[in-house]
């Protein structure tokens, strides 16, 4: 290995990066760039160094351009992200995908030290986000935007944001809880003198406590358990019949019976079972419903498309939403900007990033006059385009829209709940009529009484319970390990999997650079007048190597002479130097299929070769070994010059599939389906949304949850995935909790039917069996679902 020409590099104060350079100093402190210097400069001119208190490198590294956020001043665009103004005071709430520490929050929340004009600002720490008032005739929306940003959190603004607000959707539910909760309290307060027996005096009240209890129950029925009715007749509707059924029959029943009993005073009712029913109820979908809102899994193109697009007319640059450019405009993209629509290059290096869109994780140089594609991210210079096509009608788009990308799923499979209420509801029915023709010839109330008792004791209360408990449970293991579910089914489609296919890169391979080698030896004036040749290029490799010398002080260089993706030939100082690959260096490749290879020589002189290899996922292979119950396979759009170094993963050339387009990765999901496979797509890019919908579940893995994923089931942080085999295992244990869980709310309606089919049920033992059932039921399923994440080692 060379020896190092430079000094021990030390930590940025503010980002906690490595610095190259002394030249950005301040206050004693030691910066890796302009705009951390800048960002600790603020801080400190506001007072506001405490920040740093909380954490050690709290801060994020970011470059500005002059007119990044320019076209936040067009007021079309304004009036659509804004959530409230009248004409002075106006509130914004902005997503911030940096907030990630408690500094994060103590920073963000003191605004107004920066800009009086800021009035309050709250962190919504879950959902990353930030709720600004304002005052708006002394500070522009982007002018807080780039307060953000200068502080080193910079909103994320995109098109689907402008399109679709997120969470708009209004939701009652932690209401109808609370009207269901206040008269259960009530109902049970009023039921106390019938459990515990009434005294001749109390006897006078009880007639007039059973209309109280009706009332009571009246709410609870139209207004909080209002859904089950409406659920159920919608599915009766599409001939289905699923849980809500029976809840909604049990339901009604115990209220019209409530009623007819007190209003021809012949008993007290069930109103204390029915108000504890749905209240129950409500507060299992509760439970189910709020865990991990805070995830986007529903993605589009739009996601990560900008909002606005920077237009030259006339030589001048001017924002216009994207919605409005048009074929023959001329658009300016700056660096790490995203391409919008199929365009010309016409002026500026390109260097596209294409792996969203193909998985092809290294940039690709684009000449002048050659379209580039919607969906790349430009990773060098500014460059202007000529826009070709409408944003509706790029290539990415036209992927994105394509009817096999977009379908719903109909190839899920059915959930345990699915399944079983069908054939509960039918069963219950057959009893509850049984029971009623039984005792009809003989006793007609009795036969009633019956008939409505088998339908309160049997409604699936415990059974609606044992599952979103149970998910819920495991739901807080999954999150809690970093593996971030849609909902709880996707935990019954987890277990049944039997075939599981990976991407390649940003799947198996983590999304830092290369590992970067030098086999050879180099002084210290070899390793400057490399440095000095790679400087002049954009290629990846090049900067590769550049990073791998750090900042070093350059050789003028003369007679630069670049092949594209090949190699370099140049003259640095007095020295000739060739760089390149096997083939531009020696006309023959390499024959290493486990890296990439850069030659050096020097005045004709061979010193060796740089090897760049994937940094592959720690714990792989392990991973790999502990699915051996699986079918393995992979899939990647990327050539396949590292499938020698992927055979002990996956065993076989035939379960590696490269140089695969979206479409063929959709395919070959689809050919694994018609065999009958249960497949899993584990993929992390635009190019595998259509494989992540075609298979039975699709995963996305990402080292960031809060950056662009395409829609799937589950998001699966690339800090778990050596976890993924106890995941799957923790799947099957969930499941055959459900299974026990069930048969426990199953002996609880046998003991309950043999009151209910003589037709002497009381509402004192419907009051006992219920509450007993639903502790029962959720103590058992959360007990049970921590041992069985513990035993996997996930607890």
Request: charged share 15%; proline share 3%.
């Amino acid at each position: 290995m060379t020896e190092s020409t430079f000094s021990q590099l030390t930590l940025c104060y503010h980002c906690g990066d490595e610095c190259n350079t002394t030249a950005y100093q301040k206050d004693g402190k030691q910066f890796c760039c302009q705009g951390c210097q800048s960002v600790y400069g603020i801080l400190a001119a506001n007072n506001l160094c405490s920040y740093y208190n909380f954490n050690d490198h709290p801060g994020l590294t970011r470059t500005r351009t002059d007119k990044r956020f320019e076209y936040l001043n067009e007021p079309s665009i304004v009036k659509e992200l804004i959530d409230y103004t009248d004409g002075s005071l106006t509130m914004v709430t902005l997503y911030i995908p940096h907030i990630h520490c408690s500094s994060c929050i103590w920073l963000l929340e003191k605004l107004n030290k920066f800009n009086p004009a800021i009035f309050h600002s709250r962190i919504d720490f879950l959902k990353k986000q930030l709720s600004v008032k304002y005052d708006s005739k002394h500070l522009s929306l982007r002018q807080l935007v780039e307060l953000l940003f200068d502080i080193g959190y910079e909103p994320a603004i995109n098109l689907q944001d402008v399109i679709k607000k997120q969470n708009t959707i209004k939701d009652n539910l932690v209401q109808r809880i609370a009207v269901a909760g206040f008269c259960l309290g009530n109902v049970m307060l009023l039921s106390f003198p019938e459990y515990l027996g009434l005294s001749a005096f109390e006897q006078n009240f009880k007639h007039f406590f059973g209309w109280l209890n009706v009332l009571f129950g009246l709410p609870v029925v139209f207004y909080s358990g209002a859904e089950y009715f409406s659920s159920a007749w919608h599915n009766l509707k599409n001939k289905v019949l699923n849980i809500d059924f029976p809840l909604a029959l049990g339901i009604a029943v115990l209220f019209l019976r409530t009623l007819i009993e007190v209003a021809t005073n012949t008993g007290a009712g069930f109103a204390d079972t029915l108000c504890g029913l749905v209240f129950f109820l409500l507060v299992g979908k509760f439970v189910q419903r709020k865990t991990y809102h805070h995830i986007s899994f529903e993605r589009d193109y739009r996601s990560f498309f900008p909002v606005a697009v920077q237009v030259i007319t006339d030589g001048v640059e001017k924002p216009i939403p994207l919605a409005e450019l048009k074929v023959g405009q001329r658009i300016v993209l700056r660096h790490n900007e995203i391409i919008p629509a199929d365009a010309i290059l016409l002026k500026g290096d390109a260097l596209i990033d294409f792996s969203f869109v193909t998985g092809e994780s290294v940039p690709v140089n684009k000449t002048l006059g050659e379209i580039i594609y919607a969906g790349g991210r430009q990773t060098s210079e500014a460059i202007e385009l000529e826009v070709v096509k409408p944003v509706s009608q790029s290539y990415l788009t036209q992927l994105w829209n394509n009817e096999a990308f977009t379908r719903q799923q109909d190839n899920r499979m059915a959930t345990f709940n699915e399944r079983v209420s069908k054939h509960f509801t039918i069963v219950l029915l057959i009893i509850a009529f049984g029971s009623l023709l039984f005792w009809l010839p003989n006793d007609i109330n009795r036969g009633l009484a019956a008939f409505t008792a088998v339908l309160i004791v049997a409604c699936p209360c415990a059974l609606a319970l044992s599952t979103p408990f149970t998910m819920s449970a495991a739901l807080s293991i999954f999150d809690k390990n970093l593996f971030y579910l849609k909902n709880t089914a996707v935990v019954e489609q987890l277990a049944r999997i039997n075939t599981i296919v990976f991407d390649k890169t940003g799947t198996i391979t983590t999304a830092a650079d290369n590992h970067v080698s030098l086999v050879g030896q180099l002084t210290p004036k070899q390793a400057q007048v490399i440095y000095s040749a790679c400087s002049n290029s954009t290629h990846p490799l090049s900067r590769m190597i550049c990073h791998y010398f750090g900042a070093a002080e350059k050789l003028p260089v003369s007679h630069y002479k670049e092949a594209p993706g090949k190699g370099i030939t140049a003259f640095a100082g007095d020295d000739e130097v060739k760089i390149g690959s096997g083939r531009f260096m020696f006309g023959q490749y390499d024959d290493d299929n486990n890296a990439t290879k850069v030659h050096l020589m020097i005045n004709g002189t061979y010193l060796g070769y740089f090897a760049f290899r994937q940094n592959y996922r720690e714990g792989l292979q392990q991973t790999a070994e502990a699915l051996a119950d699986y079918k393995l396979f992979l899939i990647s759009g990327d050539s396949d010059h590292e499938q020698g170094g992927l055979l002990p993963v996956f065993k076989h050339t035939d379960q590696m599939r490269f140089n695969q387009s979206p479409q063929n990765k959709l395919e070959f999901i689809r050919s694994l389906q018609y065999l009958k496979a249960k497949a899993m797509m584990i993929g992390d890019g635009l190019n595998d949304a259509g494989a992540l919908k075609q298979s039975d579940l699709g995963v996305a893995v990402t080292d960031n949850i809060n950056n662009f994923s395409p829609g799937c089931d589950a998001i699966l942080d690339g800090r778990s995935f050596s976890k993924l085999p106890a995941f799957l295992h923790f799947s099957k244990n969930t499941v055959t909790i459900i299974h026990c869980s069930f048969f426990i709310s199953l002996t609880y309606n046998l003991i309950g039917l043999s009151y209910a089919v003589t037709g002497n049920l009381s509402p004192l033992t419907a009051a006992i069996l219920m509450p007993l059932s639903t502790a029962t039921i959720i103590s058992f399923t959360t007990i049970a679902t921590h041992f069985a994440a513990k035993r996997r080692n996930l607890a």
